[in-house]
Each structure stands twice: as structure tokens, then as C-alpha cells.
């Protein structure tokens, strides 16, 4: 009887398939279950810190089946140092996401695709980083910085931020302001020289009241009813600001709405370029699918209010508009490292932050 001798593979062919197993391995869990994230800006501080490393959970909302199917592993939008894309949008799956273990909660920090890069696949568009604010089918408004849902006082992130006006004649250093908790990132001194707005928390700016350096702090804070142009869906329409927003009930599937003046202005944007229809207009306020003009609407999906917790430094939902469920990819689960850009060698790492829970 004879055995056939097999032949042993070449230290470039081992290379070869134990790189291939790790990529589609490592691409299955970031599919799957976990994704890295990296907090690249202030929208969330203090809560999120410029150079948190999180892994955002696929699981808990029910991961999302990749719409588009053509795109180098391991890539987002571009292939990694280069303006080349890494997709081809030749062919695009229907939305659908596996069942998860739990839904968005209000409050939950949530990682999404930014809704407005309507050129881009779902699934490609840039990931941003916010907080749920209000839920389908909550009744949103904004009094004087407080949020309200269904007409009571929200929930507030411990460490929420915004921006003051801090008075003195003293010229502050870096030393003086990082005793306080505001990074060199959050502040910045006017141009005559009689103080600095910074962004802080509201525990930071009570320790500084107290400062014999300060003469005076106040909030920066929008008046009621000065409609600002650049807020969601008309501010200058609804005389609505960042400050000062609503009320606005954020949409869910299946509510039915009847097409009139206000529901047009403040919804169509989000029926026109969301609701996945394939032949819809808007024109003179009326509302036309498929040709043939309709007087309510019932819409699709799920739809969410995201905002940052540096509330005065966020580009957010207040700005843009609602976050589709078909954009949502996870929710930020927890922190694997986090370094401070403005530090060097060891005292770069922020050590506390190991592994720490997001909420």
C-alpha cells in the first residue's frame, strides 16, 4: 500500500493563508459583533475625550447587513492615505439588520452614519459619534438650553458642557485653566483682552466663580425666539435656535402625518432624501410619490435626535436633522485606550480610562 506523500507548503504560502484567515477573521468581528472608534473631535467632551479609542457594539441594536457589497476589507470610505475610494456601488442590498438584544434607548450613546452625505452609500457615510436626546415618537423642545421630552425636564450627561463668558483682567495660562478642567482645546481669550470663552462643565464653572482671578462668568446663551437660519428644519422660519428648539416630534414607523404648511416644513426633507421611496417631490409644499400627490404620510422608519454633550461645540441633530435607523451602526459600548494629544511619552496616556464603561 502506498502513501501519498503530500507537499509541504512554503514559508510564503503559510504567510499568505495565515494573512488571509486574519482578514476575513478580523472582518467577520468588525461586521459582526465589535467595530473601533476613535473620538476625533470635542462634540462629546466631557463625556467622550478627544483620543478615546471605544469599540462600538454591533450586537445590541442587531447588526446591520452591509448594503454595499463591492469594498476592500477593512476600509471606510477611502483606501487607507489616499482620496481613492475603496467601493464601487455597483450593487446595493436592501436595508436589513440582524435581531438584537436590546433597542436605542433615550440617552444612549450611539454611533451612526452622518445622514446628510446623501451621495455616499448608507453604510460608507462618515461615522459620527452623539448621544439620543429623543426617541421615535417623542415630542422634543428646547427651553433656554434645558431639554424637554413629552413636556418634563430631560435627562441631562453628568459631565455636559457649554460655553461662558469668563471676565477678568488677568492673563490666564494654561496651568490656571487645566486646574479647572478646560483643556487648551476649550478656551480661547477675546481679541480686547478682557477675558476668555471657554467651554466647561457646570461643575468646573462653580469651582471657577470662585477664583479671585475671575470677575465674572456667564453662560453664552441664545435668546428665545431669534431664529437662527442654520438650524433644523427653518430656524429663521420656526424662530428656532440651538438654545431654543421645538417642540418637534421626532418621527417613528408608522405614525401618520397630514400634509399641510408645518408638517412640510418640517418633515419632507426627512420624507424626500430618507424614506428609501424611489419617485418623490416636493413642490409648493405638496407632496407627490409615484406621481400622484398625497395628504398624509406614513412613514417607513424609525427616525432619532442625536446631540453632542459639549452642547455649544456639537454639530448635531439640531443643525441636520433626524438619525434614520437604516444610518445607526452600534452603540458605543467602551473605552480600550485614550491618549492626550496635548501630552508626551507615558503621561499621553490617560490611564483612568481604561476600560471604562460609556454612559
Known amino acids: 500500500m502506498q502513501e501519498e506523500q503530500k507537499k509541504k507548503k512554503s514559508a510564503t504560502r503559510e504567510w499568505i493563508d495565515a494573512l488571509v484567515f486574519a482578514v476575513i477573521a478580523a472582518s467577520l468581528i468588525r461586521w459582526l459583533l465589535l467595530e473601533p472608534f476613535t473620538i476625533p473631535t470635542g462634540s462629546m467632551e466631557k463625556s467622550l475625550l478627544v483620543g478615546d479609542f471605544l469599540f462600538v457594539s454591533k450586537m445590541h441594536y442587531g447588526t446591520r447587513v452591509p448594503k454595499t457589497v463591492i469594498q476592500m476589507p477593512l ?3 477611502k483606501i487607507w492615505g489616499t482620496e481613492i475610494n475603496s467601493y464601487k456601488d455597483w450593487i446595493q442590498l436592501p436595508y436589513m439588520r440582524l435581531p438584537g438584544f436590546t433597542k436605542i434607548k433615550r440617552n444612549d450613546v450611539v454611533v451612526f452614519n452622518f445622514p ?17 436626546v429623543a426617541v421615535p415618537g417623542d415630542i422634543l423642545e428646547i427651553r433656554e438650553t434645558d431639554i424637554y421630552i413629552n413636556g418634563e425636564r430631560g435627562d441631562d450627561p ?16 494654561e496651568d490656571f485653566f487645566n486646574e479647572y478642567g478646560i483643556n487648551k482645546d476649550s478656551y480661547m481669550p477675546f481679541s480686547n483682552g478682557v477675558g476668555y470663552m471657554a467651554m466647561a462643565t457646570e461643575e468646573n464653572i462653580d469651582r471657577l ?38 417642540p418637534l416630534e421626532v418621527p417613528g414607523k408608522g405614525w401618520t402625518i397630514e400634509i399641510n404648511d408645518e408638517t412640510m416644513a418640517k418633515y419632507a426633507r426627512t420624507i424626500q432624501y430618507y424614506e428609501r421611496l424611489k419617485d418623490v417631490q416636493v413642490q409648493n409644499n405638496r407632496l407627490i410619490i409615484d406621481g400622484q400627490e398625497v395628504t398624509s404620510y406614513t412613514f417607513k422608519q424609525n427616525y432619532y435626535f442625536m446631540m453632542g454633550d459639549n452642547r455649544h461645540d456639537s454639530y448635531d441633530s439640531r443643525y441636520w436633522g433626524f438619525v434614520p435607523e437604516d444610518h445607526v451602526v452600534g452603540k458605543a459600548w467602551f473605552l480600550w485606550l485614550s491618549l492626550d494629544k496635548h501630552k508626551s511619552m507615558f503621561s499621553k496616556i490617560r490611564w483612568n480610562r481604561f476600560f471604562n464603561g460609556i454612559k
Open 116 to 132: 446628510e452625505e446623501i451621495d455616499i452609500p448608507v453604510d460608507l457615510r462618515t461615522n459620527y459619534i452623539k448621544r439620543a
Open 158 to 173: 453628568p459631565k455636559m458642557q457649554f460655553s461662558f463668558d469668563i471676565l477678568t483682567e488677568k492673563n490666564l495660562n
Open 209 to 246: 466663580k470662585k477664583s479671585p482671578a475671575i470677575g465674572n462668568v456667564m453662560l453664552r446663551a441664545e435668546r428665545p425666539n431669534s431664529g437662527d437660519p442654520r438650524i433644523f428644519p427653518d430656524g429663521a422660519y420656526f424662530g428656532w435656535n440651538k438654545d431654543n428648539f421645538g
Open 75 to 77: 476600509t471606510h470610505q
